[in-house]
């Protein structure tokens, strides 16, 4: 019995060394497994710092992801077919270093997120950019209620506009986005199937080029804008007060406590509006003296260009730029629209953490939006923005970067 005993010992022992080295073995080759996923599968960021897989999601069981454009002079921009949104544009500053000049999210989460995170940055807008006053729209003679999402307005066509939806996406070349998006009869109200394309392209003089192109089955209004929030410092933890503007316009349409336009259209001359000569904003942002300043706590208003004439915009001429003392980074903005709303961020400083968990502060950038004016479908003399059934509605913008 004891020689049986020892020889069950001796087995026992055999066995638990080979169960031992076995589990270690496994342990190893997991170990190896990891070590092998976690290094063979790094993900390669963007010159901005974005990583892609943040945005690889599916939306509406649609598919969504980040596509990068590049040129061959280091500027890159960043767009998510999500809504269209421009996530990030990277441009050398005045010492060469790579800048990303516009505001956002680092992953789809938040921009999905309507509720938490609410945000236009970076948007294809439609079908409808702006405000239409009190939802109330008109067309061939019929009368539709839209949503009323801001301050008792449509804003950038209802609470489930194109900045929600995806859109489908075509990368033909490394410079290139195609974005198309098919609006049903009735989306948030407004009448007519509307077939869109926002088309990005990153031209070899470091300019974002973007055209907006659109048919419709039925009489509609179309206005589509990009809502990129500009801060050309590199530093978005902080007030962007210091860029100099400059607006090519004499006019600018007023609007009322509801940031809706009165109808009227004023001179610029001899107010805070006027920036014909390009100006530090922090100079004039700050007179609440004046009411335009006061009922916005900033600049949200649209400016008439004097690039657009005979109802037609040249957009080989500079319509806006804004320029960064500290980066030396231009833009120079260009235009066919007759409009473009200058937005200063005012509604920023929510304490919402955003792109590599910087909290954006109020008056941190500037929006440029190439527009027809707001509220035109209720202002029979503005240009107008209906699309008819045979027409095509084509817009054009473009932000072109340079070291001044």
């Not at 019995?1 to 190893?28: D, F, P, Q, S």
């Not at 993900?43 to 509406?60: K, M």
């Not at 002079?73 to 050398?92: A, D, K, L, Q």
């Not at 007060?241 to 007023?254: E, G, H």
Request: hydrophobic residues 30%; contains cysteine; glycine residues 8%.
């Amino acid at each position: 019995m004891t020689k049986v005993k020892k020889k069950t010992e001796n087995l026992i022992k055999t066995y638990m060394k080979y169960l031992k080295n076995l589990l270690l073995g496994a342990g190893l080759v997991v170990t190896a497994l990891m070590v092998s996923c976690t290094t063979g599968s790094k993900t390669q960021l963007t010159e901005s710092g974005l990583n892609p897989t943040a945005f690889d999601t599916t939306i509406n069981n649609k598919p969504v992801k980040l596509y990068t454009l590049k040129n061959a002079n280091g500027m890159e921009v960043c767009i998510t077919n999500f809504g269209g949104r421009v996530v990030s544009i990277c441009v050398p500053d005045k010492n060469g270093k790579p800048t990303d000049v516009v505001l956002g999210y680092d992953n789809i989460k938040q921009y999905a997120d309507s509720v938490n995170s609410p945000s236009d940055y970076g948007s294809s807008v439609g079908r409808y950019a702006n405000r239409i006053n009190k939802g109330h729209l008109t067309v061939n003679g019929k009368n539709y209620q839209l949503p009323q999402n801001n301050f008792g307005h449509c804003l950038h066509g209802g609470p489930s506009g194109w900045m929600y939806q995806v859109y489908d996406a075509k990368q033909p070349n490394d410079s290139t986005l195609i974005l198309t998006i098919v609006s049903p009869d009735g989306d948030n109200n407004f009448p007519g199937k509307v077939t869109a394309t926002t088309t990005y392209t990153v031209l070899s003089n470091n300019t974002l080029d973007i055209t907006f192109d659109a048919t419709t089955d039925k009489e509609t209004v179309v206005n589509m804008t990009n809502h990129s929030y500009f801060n050309l410092n590199g530093d978005p933890s902080k007030e962007g007060t210091n860029m100099v503007l400059y607006v090519n316009a004499d006019n600018f349409t007023p609007a009322d406590n509801t940031y809706m336009t009165t109808g009227e259209i004023k001179s610029v001359e001899g107010t805070p509006m006027d920036f014909r000569k390009a100006h530090a904003i922090s100079e004039t942002i700050n007179d609440t003296t004046y009411d335009q300043i006061k009922n916005a706590t900033g600049y949200d208003h649209n400016w008439c260009l004097n690039t657009y004439k005979d109802g037609k915009g040249d957009d080989t001429k500079v319509c806006a730029s804004l320029y960064s003392p500290i980066t030396g980074i231009l833009l120079e903005m260009y235009t066919n629209e007759p409009g473009v709303q200058v937005y200063t961020g005012n509604f920023q400083g929510t304490g919402i953490a955003c792109k590599h968990g910087i909290k954006y502060p109020k008056h941190v950038s500037v929006c440029l939006e190439s527009q027809k004016y707001p509220d035109s479908p209720n202002k029979k003399d503005w240009p107008s923005p209906y699309l008819k059934p045979g027409e095509k509605y084509h817009s054009h913008v473009a932000y072109k970067f340079s070291i001044k």
